[in-house]
């Protein structure tokens, strides 16, 4: 009696198998289905069960026993095992061997380790074996040889190791024999040639070696032969030619050799697939190989093949891929070229690879009539001469079009940018000449763009920077003039290098530089550049090769590198820099050459790092340096010890008291006068309205990741607004929105108050709203968002109070950071107070709600319960404190200690104020971090 199972969708199947063992568990199951009664069979799959389990992704979506997937035409015996790509984990229990009447066994494509039972011998019914893509170890068993009437075997894509056993050969019913992927070694046996049934060998990818059996011709039913990627060595069998039903051919990658016979292709007329690179023949392409009309892939890249590039491709229609890349292969006579007049008829070409071969003569132009299917397209590493025609534009199915390394002259044409499907576009290494044409730009696509050393002059042209996918930009070595257009410096996706070294580019290296955060090489040596390294190139902070030499870049270099501590190479020579070496690149770790010489530095030469190996660096030419490695030469400082001690201690007390001056000075200024600002922002925040649209991008569409604060009134997301927003006054600006939870009760309110007082309150230590959003959002719904300047050190609460997980070095406020906090948030509070025709009061002062930016200067911010007059405010609080009260938090209190500081002077906790005062418990809506 017999059980099959048929599972249709995979997923299910292991269920399918569930079920069954189910069923075997609970015979009340037996009148709806016939039932597996045989004891030896159920046991057997318990056992398989027991030693296979599901990877943690879980497959078993239903695992119940009312799913009925098994069809049973005789109960008792299993005769399918289907449990391909399920995500099994575990190994193959030796059981299945009792399951005597299987005939399938699928399990490819999980993830089964062990070795194979060699127990399988066993199942003499076993017709179907597929243990493909899994991690099974050991040796292929001999055994397998006992089930005599095997018709297929897959097990390719293990790890399986030993030789191919010769036993193999006695399975004569065998169709299907596939091995490849493994670590198999030795000689293919012999006996593989007496399995006259076979129809598929797969040996590829295994570590064989040896010849190939010449008595491989015998197999005559073979379409498919795959031996690539082993170590075989020898000829190709005559006889091989001769098996007229190969419709797959594949000797890739062995150390094959000889001349391929002229008439190889006689008997091949169903070839499909040709794979021969890699190895080591020569002498011509047989032109017989091109009779077939079926051919779709001719790979015959890396060999040593000469002669010309055979004129007959016309008739092959189904033409997919034609590589002859890295070959010997010549062309003398413009008339060579007739071949690709021909392949303009092959309408289904997608790849021509004909790339570092001898190709001269003229570039015809039929090359632009090959099929508009065609995506790569690479000649590189040739002799080809003429122009790049216009009607290149027709090839819009284009990817890859290499033609760097050929002595192409003439412009690029300018309908090169219809190619908008583009990703590598290499011209390098040719004669071409004029502009770079702007529609480049088009090439959004793009990730690589060479077209280094050639003679193309003119000005880089900035929409070169709507190349928004660009990994790597070579312009190197032609005649560019004008500055490096800052667009360029915004393609944040440049990771593996921008070369325009060998220009004339001038100007100053633009402070976008910092922009190119992913980027890892940087040249611009041996241009007319000028000015100062900008700072920001210490933002680029996987930058590990970074090459300026013979500029005129002048000025000190410490702030620009000194975060760059991922730098391996460092080439500065030739410009006019100046000031200290910084020490602190003798920590930098990876650093292994700095070539600093021809400069003006000045002072001593660090000792360690990268300076402790004479021959990595160089700062010959720099006249004032002193000690440093003896094997620079330098002359010693002199002093250094004790009068540079001596000099930085009284500087640093000098500077000291000097703040302190300055800081008391400041505190009698603002006590005499409300000072006024000069700054008007009410006409930036009445003219500047934001749209809904452009705060969602520039939040990233209020991303999660962009989130800085939550808060029962809305939350705080940063952003930064698009560069290219030409219509904001906000371009490129870092923003912080705080978008109103409108359903909170109060939060509208609270909104209206915020503008109201910001709008009129102008001062440095109150933060700045720079515009309002009031509109819909895309769900149709009120949106409402008060805009700010983004302030990059949060808040002074996250400094007085640092997570556990921050870096708690950094984060650390000194003496006169405090006490210059304190001016500014007196300052603040006094312009509140004081400032405005009436007085304000902020109502929630705390730390949570003192923002710092870049250079630690504070803010008062989170006005949205502030209110006046003061008068009043002082008033009530004073006379009927328990019954009115405040929103918020009154007076400083640290969030730890406010639980346990109970005093009648300072009201803390959530008070109500009077009656139109925000309802509502009061969030932390706070701006930080
Ligand atoms: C398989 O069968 C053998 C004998 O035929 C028995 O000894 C063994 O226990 C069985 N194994 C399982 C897991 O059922
Ligand atoms: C079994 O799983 C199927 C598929 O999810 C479900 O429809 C059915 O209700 C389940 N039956 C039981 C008894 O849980
Ligand atoms: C084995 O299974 C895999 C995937 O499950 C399939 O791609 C492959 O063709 C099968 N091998 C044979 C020889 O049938
Ligand atoms: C092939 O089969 C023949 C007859 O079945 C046998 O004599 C011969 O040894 C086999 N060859 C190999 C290489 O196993
Ligand atoms: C290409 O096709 C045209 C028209 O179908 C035919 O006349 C010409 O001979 C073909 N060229 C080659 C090289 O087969
Ligand atoms: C291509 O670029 C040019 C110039 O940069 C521009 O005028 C043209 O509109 C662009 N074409 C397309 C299809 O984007």
Redesign the pocket.
């Known amino acids: 009696m017999f059980v099959e199972t048929f599972a249709q969708p995979s997923p299910s199947k292991l269920l399918v198998y569930a079920t069954l063992i189910l069923l075997l568990c609970n015979h009340t199951f037996s009148l709806r289905h016939p039932v597996l009664t045989n004891v030896t069979d159920w046991r057997a799959l318990l056992s398989i069960k027991s030693a296979i389990s599901t990877n943690p992704e879980g497959s078993l979506p239903y695992w119940n026993n009312s799913v009925h997937y098994c069809r049973c035409r005789h109960p008792q015996r299993v005769i399918f095992l289907e449990l391909e790509t399920l995500g099994l984990d575990g190994f193959i229990s030796a059981a299945i061997a009792n399951l005597t009447f299987l005939r399938k066994i699928d399990l490819s494509g999980n993830q089964i380790n062990g070795l194979i039972p060699h127990e399988i011998g066993r199942l003499r019914g076993l017709r179907y074996l597929n243990l493909s893509m899994n991690s099974l170890g050991g040796s292929v068993p001999s055994s397998v040889s006992h089930c005599s009437r095997l018709q297929v075997i897959g097990l390719s894509s293990n790890m399986l190791e030993g030789e191919i056993p010769s036993v193999l050969g006695n399975c004569l019913d065998l169709r299907i024999l596939s091995l490849s992927n493994n670590h198999l070694e030795g000689k293919i046996p012999l006996s593989l040639t007496n399995l006259s049934f076979l129809d598929v060998l797969c040996l590829g990818s295994n570590d064989l070696s040896g010849e190939i059996p010449s008595l491989m011709g015998k197999l005559y039913r073979l379409t498919e032969l795959d031996l690539s990627g082993n170590r075989l060595t020898g000829f190709i069998p005559a006889s091989l030619w001769n098996l007229s039903a190969l419709s797959q051919l594949n000797v890739a990658d062995n150390y094959l050799l000889g001349v391929l016979p002229t008439n190889a292709g006689y008997s091949l007329t169903l070839l499909r697939k040709i794979y021969v690179y890699n190895n080591r023949f020569h002498g011509p392409i047989p032109m017989s190989l091109f009779n077939a009309s079926t051919l779709e892939v001719v790979d015959f890249s890396s060999n040593r093949f000469i002669g010309e590039i055979p004129?007959?491709?016309?008739?092959l229609r189904k033409l997919r891929w034609l590589n002859l890349l890295d070959n010997q292969l010549e062309l003398r006579k413009d008339e060579g070229w007739s071949f690709l007049?021909?392949l303009?008829?092959c309408t289904n070409l997608e790849k021509l690879q004909l790339g570092s071969n001898s190709l001269g003569g003229l570039l015809p132009n039929s090359i632009a009539n090959l099929s508009t299917k065609l995506q790569i397209l690479s000649m590189s590493d040739n002799e080809i001469s003429g122009n790049i025609f216009h009607e290149i534009g027709n090839l819009v199915s284009l990817t890859v079009f290499d033609m760097g390394q050929n002595l192409l002259r003439g412009s690029i044409p300018a309908p090169i940018g219809l190619l908008t499907n583009l990703h590598v576009l290499d011209l390098g290494t040719n004669k071409l000449s004029g502009e770079v044409p702007s529609t480049l730009g088009n090439l959004t696509l793009l990730n690589s763009l060479h077209l280094g050393s050639n003679e193309l002059s003119g000005m880089i042209p900035p929409n070169l920077g709507n190349c928004q996918n660009l990994i790597s930009l070579n312009l190197s070595n032609n005649k560019l003039t004008g500055g490096i257009p800052k667009e360029i410096l915004t393609i944040s996706t440049l990771s593996i290098y921008l070369d325009l070294a060998r220009n004339s580019l001038t100007g100053s290296l633009p402070a976008e530089v910092g922009s190119l955060k992913n980027l890892g090489e940087i040249d611009f040596s041996r241009n007319n550049l000028s000015g100062e390294l900008p700072s920001s190139l210490g933002k680029c902070q996987v930058l590990k090769n970074l090459r300026i030499s013979n500029n005129f870049i002048h000025g000190n270099i410490s702030l620009a590198l000194s975060t760059l501590r991922g730098m391996q190479e460092l080439d500065l020579s030739q410009n006019n820099l100046s000031g200290q070496i910084p020490y602190v690149l003798q920590d930098f770790p990876f650093l292994y050459y700095i070539n600093l010489s021809y400069n003006n530095f000045e002072g001593e030469v660090p000792r360690n790092g990268v300076f402790a190996n004479a021959s990595a660096v160089s700062v010959l030419g720099n006249n004032n340096l002193c000690g440093g490695n003896s094997m620079l030469q330098l002359p010693p400082c002199t002093f250094q010890s004790t009068w540079k001690k001596y000099w930085f201690a009284t500087l640093s007390l000098i500077i000291a008291f000097g703040i302190i001056g300055v800081c008391l000075f400041l505190i009698f200024c603002w006590m005499q006068t409300p000072r006024k600002e000069p700054i008007n922002i009410e006409s930036i925040y009445v003219q500047g309205r934001i749209s809904y649209a452009k705060l969602m991008r520039a939040t990233n569409g209020f991303s999660a990741d962009n989130l800085i604060g939550l808060g029962s009134f809305g939350a705080v997301y940063r952003g930064k607004i698009d560069d290219d927003d030409k219509d904001s006054m906000f371009r490129g600006m870092q923003i912080a929105v705080k978008v109103l939870n409108l359903q909170q009760h109060g939060a509208s309110k609270s909104f209206t108050t915020e503008c109201d007082v910001l709008k009129n309150m102008i001062h440095r230590n109150i933060i700045k709203i720079l515009t309002t959003c009031s509109g819909v959002d895309s769900m149709g719904n009120d949106f409402k968002a008060i805009v700010y300047e983004f302030m990059a050190n949060g808040s002074l609460e996250s400094w007085l109070h640092p997570d556990v997980n921050e870096q708690g070095e950094t984060k650390k406020l000194n003496f006169l950071q405090r006490i210059n906090i304190a001016i500014d948030v007196a300052s603040g509070l006094y312009r509140l107070h004081k400032g405005g025709e009436k007085p304000i009061i902020h109502c929630d002062i705390k730390p949570s709600n003192i923002l710092l930016d870049e250079d630690m200067a504070a803010c008062v911010s989170d006005l949205g319960l502030a209110r006046g007059p003061v008068e009043a405010l002082v008033r009530t609080s004073l006379h009927t404190i328990n019954s009115y009260g405040f929103k918020g938090t009154i007076g400083y209190v640290a969030p730890d200690a406010s639980a346990k500081l109970p005093s009648p002077l300072l009201p803390l906790g959530p008070l109500e104020w009077d009656g139109d005062g925000p309802k509502g418990s009061r969030g932390e809506g706070r701006q930080a971090r």
Request: charged share 0%; glycine share 34%.
């Open positions: 004129q007959n491709l016309g008739g007049t021909g303009c008829n």
